[in-house]
């Protein structure tokens, strides 16, 4: 009833940049925090960052200064623009909100499909 669909991944080499977006659809009644999360090839997933629906923020210190989480909540978009890169930014990227469902209207926590990042030369 809820999905979010991811864009924006590919091929950076080291130092450079690229920009993800994730977009959610379907019957929603609001949406608090939308994140962004990685798993690198043999790792668990970890926290990227994290925005709430005031533009409250929290990121990973390993991304700090390189990685920027915003949203645009009338498209119900968040975004990562990620400057940069380093090869041990490559991982998939998975897009997650947390929503309230307008019908019927109840908690629902989502994830994206995931987008590759590969920082390689």
């Known amino acids: 009833q809820v999905q979010l669909v991811e864009s924006g991944g590919g091929l950076v080499q080291p130092g450079g940049s690229l920009g993800l977006s994730c977009a959610a659809s379907g019957s929603i009644f609001s949406i608090n925090a939308m994140g962004w999360y990685r798993q690198a090839p043999g790792k668990q997933r970890e926290l990227v960052a994290t925005?709430?629906?005031?533009?409250?923020?929290v990121y990973a210190d390993s991304v700090k200064g390189r990685l920027t989480i915003s949203r645009d909540n009338a498209k119900n978009t968040v975004y990562l623009q990620m400057n940069g890169l380093k090869p041990e930014d490559t991982a998939v990227y998975y897009c997650n909100a947390q929503t309230l469902t307008a019908t019927p209207i109840r908690y629902l926590e989502v994830w994206g499909q995931g987008t590759l990042v590969t920082v390689s030369s």
């Open positions: 925005i709430t629906k005031g533009g409250s923020t």
